[in-house]
């Protein structure tokens, strides 16, 4: 458990920004998370960084963004296959200074949605992002763990290689029910071929996640070019960044910790956000979603508690 003072959860006003002392008592909660799955890794000795939001704190604020709600690690694809196989059973009924500690991934049962990411929640506190509380549904806060991918780097090897990995993704969100629908994604012939297309797509979820994950391991190695496969999609490669960027690793200040960072840090962070010393409030991923750090989502889900009626959707 880590040990803050008093004076990290004093409201303060930083960068203009309101600093709420709940705020950083969630704060507390993810360096607490954060501690634990560094020491997981080097448990099993693999290899992670900060990223996104949080390696952008570690570099301009030393720790949180002000206005930031989350923690991002990010691990090379190797090394993420690796973490996800040990963190099953690492994080088990894992249980530490009373707390209910739980890795949460794509092949999980109770994971509120499941995606091509994995997290680490704590089942202690409550969250909720919009589309939750539309449907009623709670969950722990959580430090997200990123996937970084072998991206296209012009070749024809790699050419062929991503255009399968965009069709398994696909046949991993679309499923049998919606292969018409997936064809009509592709416009044009599967690289696949519609046949096993179709039986790929006929697969369990957790089969069709499966060959997603062991295409994209085989795909490593294989590009200099790197990065989140989902934000490659979105942003049309314009945020990949240089493998040799993250060949090697530093030790960044946050908040009370010291946490890896990869050594190119400065490459991935302009890559990622243009100018990063420019502050732009907000654009979380988690913005306008609800944060209780002090009770089990379970209270929520059987309704011994609610969310408050003057809440306005700011934590």
Not at 191 to 216: T, W, Y
Not at 283 to 303: A, K, R, V
């Amino acid at each position: 458990m880590i040990q803050l003072g008093e004076d990290f959860y004093r409201e303060e006003i930083k960068c203009g920004f309101k600093v709420t002392s709940k705020r950083k008592r969630c704060w507390a909660v993810l360096l607490n998370m954060l501690k634990e799955f560094d020491a997981f890794a080097k448990k099993y000795s693999l290899k992670y960084y900060v990223g996104y939001g949080t390696l952008l704190g570690a570099v301009r604020h030393k720790g949180f963004i002000p206005w930031d709600d989350d923690v991002d690690v990010v691990m090379l694809r190797d090394e993420y296959m690796k973490m996800s196989k040990f963190a099953r059973e690492y994080f088990s009924g894992r249980v530490i200074n009373g707390r209910r500690i739980v890795f949460e991934d794509a092949y999980s049962v109770n994971t509120v949605k499941k995606t091509y990411f994995s997290k680490l929640r704590d089942y202690e506190t409550t969250m909720a992002e919009q589309y939750m509380i539309r449907h009623g549904k709670f969950a722990g806060i959580s430090v997200d763990i990123f996937p970084i991918d072998a991206m296209y780097d012009g070749t024809d090897e790699m050419l062929r290689n991503t255009l399968i990995r965009s069709e398994l993704w696909l046949s991993w969100v679309h499923g049998i029910e919606g292969f018409e629908e997936l064809k009509k994604v592709l416009q044009g012939p599967s690289v696949l071929g519609d046949e096993l297309l179709r039986k790929i797509c006929s697969m369990s979820s957790d089969e069709r996640m499966r060959l997603f994950e062991n295409h994209a391991l085989s795909m490593w190695g294989k590009s200099k070019k790197v990065g989140d496969y989902i934000e490659n999609i979105k942003y049309m490669g314009r945020r990949d960044s240089e493998l040799s960027s993250w060949e090697n690793t530093c030790l960044l200040q946050f908040e009370n910790l010291m946490v890896p960072a990869p050594a190119g840090w400065d490459e991935i962070l302009h890559a990622e956000y243009g100018d990063y010393n420019e502050y732009v409030m907000g654009g979380s991923e988690h913005e306008n979603s609800y944060y209780d750090p002090d009770t089990p989502f379970q209270e929520y889900i059987d309704e011994r508690k609610c969310l408050p009626h003057d809440w306005n959707g700011l934590l």
